[in-house]
């Protein structure tokens, strides 16, 4: 009886381990060397790897958390970084008072990406999945 205990509890344990989207030991060399072309400076990441199958780097520069996202043949997706709503340009800040104001901001994020270049995403809490809304700097929203 205690070995069934011990076993059934090992189980769990590998189980919970297995669960978690931890990925730094199966990162592909070709989407680490694309890390390390772009943040030579940066030299242990956490990798997650996302629910699109994209690898996700977690490192902090200069103090500051950073997430940048790849390709699994190593193409670089996009940079976010955390910011304060405070620190929104202020015609973003016009635009949201004029539009959303009634909405609270749940999360704001500076991002730079390979396809839409720099943009500020907002995001806003709504019953079930809140919704982002992308700025650029001038305050033009573009999705």
Known sequence: MK???TSSLLLLVILFISCNNTVNGQVPKTVKTAFKNKYPSEKNPNWEKDSHGNFEAHFKKDGKK???DFSPK???IETELS???EDLPKA???VINN???DEDITEVEYVQSATKGIFYDVE???KGKNKDVEFRENGQIIN
Do not use: E, M, P, T
Request: aromatic share 20%.
């Open 74 to 76: 190593g193409n670089w």
């Open 92 to 94: 973003i800040k016009q």
């Open 66 to 68: 950073y997430r940048a």
């Open 83 to 85: 910011i304060n709503k």
């Open 99 to 101: 539009k959303f104001k």
């Open 124 to 126: 806003f809490k709504q």
């Open 3 to 5: 070995l069934l205990k």
